[in-house]
């Protein structure tokens, strides 16, 4: 497929399509998959062509920016690695997100409250995301998905080659394509233009790191307090004991009133 000039791979983002090891892929290979793979590895690793991936970024996010009503794209991810990246991608793009197991019927039986009617489905991995892709095609809903070299493509329209099994890849992918889908949609309105949102915003996070993090973070909060000096002038609450008799002091008489109480 060739592309005006404008839409070439940049040396910035293929950097990133490396560092995010898009381009390693499975051992196995299906038949349909052998173009995408640019050269085996001696321990058997397919190398994938990045040129071919980004040209496949291009095509789904131009169709998914054809689609009129944001809302009418289902973006899917069965697999945990991807469904960070699925929401975020949601949220960027107003696509409707399916997150986690997908419910059998979403697409098929109009009496369950999960129904949905989209327009185009995009998935994280054909063969974890099986369901959504078999009732898309009871439904002619086209299909969009990031495949592995080893991956089905039975009813899937638009594959884009990569390694859908990495959680820094499946991030990137999301990324990129969220950020094409809003250059052609005028959001981001050139180019030359940075995205103000990181890639690392979809890659997933581990929830007990999570926790560990702000545990840590707690930890050091409550250091840095009470390492703080005090100030001179700042009251800590604490009284000065003092002799009367010593001082020379007459205390408080009591009022007269008060001691008949």
């Not at 009418?72 to 960070?84: E, K, L, Y």
């Not at 993090?213 to 390492?227: C, G, L, S, Y």
């Amino acid at each position: 497929m060739s592309l005006p000039a404008s839409f070439d791979l940049t040396p910035e983002d293929a950097k990133l399509l490396l560092a995010a090891n898009v381009h390693l892929g499975s051992k196995n290979v299906q038949v349909h998959n052998k173009p995408y793979v640019y050269k085996t590895r001696p321990d058997g690793v397919n190398v994938i062509n990045i040129g071919k991936t980004w040209e496949k970024i291009v095509l789904a996010a131009r169709i998914i920016a054809a689609v009129p009503n944001p809302s009418d794209v289902a973006v899917c991810s069965s697999r945990t690695f991807g469904q960070r990246a699925v929401l975020k991608f949601a949220a960027h793009t107003g696509a409707t997100p399916i997150a986690g197991r997908f419910t059998p019927g979403n697409f098929t039986n109009y009496i369950t409250r999960s129904f949905k009617e989209p327009r185009l489905v995009v998935v994280t991995d054909p063969r974890t995301d099986a369901q959504a892709i078999k009732e898309s095609s009871y439904v002619n809903i086209p299909v969009i998905a990031l495949t592995d070299m080893d991956s089905p493509s039975e009813y899937v329209d638009v594959a884009i080659p990569c390694n859908n099994k990495g959680k820094h890849s499946i991030g990137l992918i999301w990324w990129l394509i969220a950020r094409e889908v809003l250059r052609l949609r005028g959001i981001i309105p050139d180019r030359t233009t940075e995205w103000s949102v990181m890639p690392d915003l979809y890659f997933y996070r581990d929830p007990e790191e999570i926790e560990q993090n702000a545990a840590e973070e707690a930890k050091t909060t409550e250091d840095v307090e009470e390492a703080a000096p005090v100030d001179a002038d700042e009251w800590t609450g604490e009284t000065e004991e003092v002799d009367w008799a010593e001082s020379g002091a007459t205390p408080a008489v009591e009022d007269a009133a008060a001691s008949n109480w």
